[in-house]
Protein backbone atom coordinates (compact mmCIF):
# COMPACT_ATOMS: atom_id res chain seq x y z
CA UNK A 1 0.00 0.00 0.00
CA UNK A 2 1.30 3.31 -0.83
CA UNK A 3 2.58 5.69 1.89
CA UNK A 4 -0.47 8.70 2.79
CA UNK A 5 0.99 12.23 3.43
CA UNK A 6 -1.25 14.80 4.41
CA UNK A 7 -0.68 17.07 1.61
CA UNK A 8 0.40 16.21 -2.13
CA UNK A 9 3.81 15.70 -3.06
CA UNK A 10 6.44 15.88 -6.52
CA UNK A 11 8.20 13.03 -4.69
CA UNK A 12 7.06 9.66 -6.51
CA UNK A 13 6.26 6.72 -4.10
CA UNK A 14 7.90 3.24 -5.12
CA UNK A 15 4.95 0.94 -5.12
CA UNK A 16 3.20 0.60 -8.63
CA UNK A 17 -0.23 0.96 -8.54
CA UNK A 18 -2.86 -1.68 -8.08
CA UNK A 19 -4.48 -2.69 -10.97
CA UNK A 20 -7.86 -5.14 -12.01
CA UNK A 21 -8.20 -6.92 -14.79
CA UNK A 22 -11.30 -9.14 -15.74
CA UNK A 23 -10.85 -12.77 -16.14
CA UNK A 24 -12.96 -14.66 -18.33
CA UNK A 25 -13.35 -18.59 -16.82
CA UNK A 26 -15.84 -21.41 -17.55
CA UNK A 27 -18.31 -21.97 -14.98
CA UNK A 28 -20.05 -25.84 -14.36
CA UNK A 29 -23.34 -23.98 -14.36
CA UNK A 30 -25.14 -21.26 -16.46
CA UNK A 31 -24.97 -17.71 -15.47
CA UNK A 32 -27.23 -16.49 -18.04
CA UNK A 33 -31.29 -16.92 -18.10
CA UNK A 34 -32.00 -19.57 -21.09
CA UNK A 35 -33.43 -18.20 -23.97
CA UNK A 36 -35.24 -19.91 -26.56
CA UNK A 37 -32.73 -18.33 -29.63
CA UNK A 38 -29.93 -21.00 -29.90
CA UNK A 39 -26.61 -20.23 -29.45
CA UNK A 40 -23.97 -20.67 -32.93
CA UNK A 41 -20.95 -19.76 -34.33
CA UNK A 42 -20.38 -19.81 -38.53
CA UNK A 43 -17.07 -21.50 -39.38
CA UNK A 44 -15.60 -21.44 -43.31
CA UNK A 45 -15.11 -25.20 -44.34
CA UNK A 46 -11.42 -25.45 -45.95
CA UNK A 47 -9.97 -26.06 -48.62
CA UNK A 48 -11.88 -22.73 -49.95
CA UNK A 49 -14.56 -24.27 -52.63
CA UNK A 50 -18.27 -24.61 -53.07
CA UNK A 51 -20.52 -26.96 -50.53
CA UNK A 52 -20.67 -31.02 -50.92
CA UNK A 53 -22.26 -33.71 -49.65
CA UNK A 54 -20.68 -36.91 -48.91
CA UNK A 55 -21.98 -37.78 -52.56
CA UNK A 56 -20.33 -34.91 -54.01
CA UNK A 57 -24.21 -33.20 -55.05
CA UNK A 58 -24.89 -29.41 -54.30
CA UNK A 59 -27.35 -30.60 -51.90
CA UNK A 60 -30.70 -28.19 -51.17
CA UNK A 61 -30.60 -25.21 -51.07
CA UNK A 62 -32.37 -21.49 -52.00
CA UNK A 63 -30.63 -19.06 -53.53
CA UNK A 64 -31.09 -15.51 -52.78
CA UNK A 65 -29.21 -11.95 -54.10
CA UNK A 66 -27.79 -9.64 -51.23
CA UNK A 67 -25.19 -7.13 -50.99
CA UNK A 68 -22.01 -8.78 -49.16
CA UNK A 69 -21.06 -11.99 -47.58
CA UNK A 70 -21.92 -10.51 -44.31
CA UNK A 71 -25.48 -10.01 -45.12
CA UNK A 72 -25.65 -13.79 -46.57
CA UNK A 73 -24.66 -14.77 -42.79
CA UNK A 74 -27.53 -12.13 -41.28
CA UNK A 75 -29.97 -13.99 -43.37
CA UNK A 76 -28.98 -17.34 -42.42
CA UNK A 77 -28.41 -16.46 -38.42
CA UNK A 78 -31.81 -14.44 -38.17
CA UNK A 79 -34.36 -16.11 -40.89
CA UNK A 80 -36.98 -18.15 -39.44
CA UNK A 81 -38.91 -18.90 -42.38
CA UNK A 82 -36.58 -21.78 -43.60
CA UNK A 83 -33.76 -23.85 -42.31
CA UNK A 84 -30.35 -22.80 -42.55
CA UNK A 85 -27.43 -25.26 -41.31
CA UNK A 86 -25.16 -22.79 -43.45
CA UNK A 87 -24.71 -20.93 -46.41
CA UNK A 88 -22.54 -20.53 -49.66
CA UNK A 89 -21.37 -17.01 -50.99
CA UNK A 90 -20.46 -16.50 -54.41
CA UNK A 91 -18.35 -12.92 -54.45
CA UNK A 92 -18.80 -12.68 -58.17
CA UNK A 93 -22.55 -12.72 -58.67
CA UNK A 94 -23.43 -12.04 -54.74
CA UNK A 95 -25.44 -14.98 -54.39
CA UNK A 96 -26.29 -16.45 -51.47
CA UNK A 97 -27.00 -20.26 -51.20
CA UNK A 98 -28.85 -21.02 -47.72
CA UNK A 99 -28.06 -24.50 -47.15
CA UNK A 100 -31.04 -26.81 -45.45
CA UNK A 101 -29.66 -29.65 -43.79
CA UNK A 102 -26.06 -30.23 -42.16
CA UNK A 103 -25.41 -32.97 -44.64
CA UNK A 104 -24.84 -30.67 -47.49
CA UNK A 105 -21.60 -29.69 -45.52
CA UNK A 106 -19.43 -32.70 -45.81
CA UNK A 107 -16.22 -31.35 -48.00
CA UNK A 108 -15.42 -28.34 -50.77
CA UNK A 109 -15.61 -28.96 -54.08
CA UNK A 110 -15.93 -26.59 -57.66
CA UNK A 111 -14.28 -23.42 -57.88
CA UNK A 112 -11.91 -21.81 -54.87
CA UNK A 113 -13.90 -18.37 -55.25
CA UNK A 114 -17.02 -19.55 -53.28
CA UNK A 115 -16.85 -19.99 -49.57
CA UNK A 116 -18.81 -22.54 -47.68
CA UNK A 117 -19.71 -21.85 -44.32
CA UNK A 118 -21.41 -24.11 -41.71
CA UNK A 119 -23.75 -23.18 -38.63
CA UNK A 120 -22.40 -24.81 -35.86
CA UNK A 121 -25.11 -24.78 -32.53
CA UNK A 122 -22.80 -24.45 -29.53
CA UNK A 123 -23.15 -26.42 -26.34
CA UNK A 124 -20.38 -25.67 -24.64
CA UNK A 125 -20.91 -23.91 -21.06
CA UNK A 126 -21.44 -20.06 -20.68
CA UNK A 127 -18.48 -17.91 -19.46
CA UNK A 128 -19.04 -15.46 -16.65
CA UNK A 129 -16.87 -12.78 -15.83
CA UNK A 130 -14.66 -12.99 -12.64
CA UNK A 131 -12.59 -10.51 -10.62
CA UNK A 132 -9.22 -12.03 -9.98
CA UNK A 133 -7.31 -11.61 -6.64
CA UNK A 134 -4.04 -11.34 -5.34
CA UNK A 135 -2.57 -13.64 -2.83
CA UNK A 136 0.10 -13.29 -0.37
CA UNK A 137 3.44 -14.55 -0.99
CA UNK A 138 4.25 -17.62 0.62
CA UNK A 139 7.47 -19.75 1.62
CA UNK A 140 6.62 -22.93 0.35
CA UNK A 141 5.89 -23.11 -3.69
CA UNK A 142 2.06 -23.28 -4.79
CA UNK A 143 0.94 -25.21 -8.14
Given at each position: ???T???P ?6 E ?9 M ?8 P ?5 F ?6 P ?6 S??S ?19 AS???F??A ?8 N ?20 Q ?9 A ?5 E ?12
Amino acid sequence: MAPTTASPTTVPTTEAPVTWSPTYMPTSHPTQTPTSTPLFEFVALVPRGCCRTSGASEGSYTDLVVASQAACEEVCASNSSFSCAGYEWHPWDNVCEIHESAGNFHHTGGTSQCQCVQKITITSAPTELIETTSRAPTSVPTT
